[in-house]
């Protein structure tokens, strides 16, 4: 019922930026809250960040916090996270999910989300 795209992954030297986009499609609700999650070859897939889709609360893994920021356009559908200060350790492929709970702050569990995207890949070089 809801499709998510990610977008805006790609190479870039440590220290730099990025900015990842994730559109919601399909039946949305305003109370969702969307995540932004992780994960390397051979790794468990980790939380990066959340946003409560309505009221705008945020969460962010102790890894990425000062270096990312997570926001949205509701107008768009659409849910952005911003990565500064690029580590090696970073890289992974990102997807985000849709919540459909209504938790403040929102949830950091993987199995809370209802629905993924595909993906994105996050390389970061030393």
């Known amino acids: 019922q809801v499709q998510l795209v990610e977008s805006g992954g790609g190479l870039v030297q440590a220290g730099g930026s990025l900015r990842l986009s994730c559109t919601a499609s399909g039946r949305t609700f305003s109370s969702y809250a969307m995540g932004w999650f992780r994960q390397a070859p051979g790794k468990e897939r980790e939380f990066v960040a959340a946003?409560?889709?309505?009221?705008?609360?945020?969460r962010y893994a102790d890894s990425v916090k000062g270096r990312f920021t997570i926001s949205r356009d509701n107008a768009k559908n659409t849910v952005y996270l911003q990565m500064n200060r690029l580590k090696p350790e970073d890289t992974a492929v990102y997807y985000c999910a849709a919540d459909a709970s209504a938790y403040i702050p929102p949830r950091n569990s993987a199995y809370g989300y209802n629905y993924w995207g595909l993906g994105t890949q996050v390389t970061v070089s030393s």
């Open positions: 946003i409560n889709w309505s009221g705008g609360s945020t």
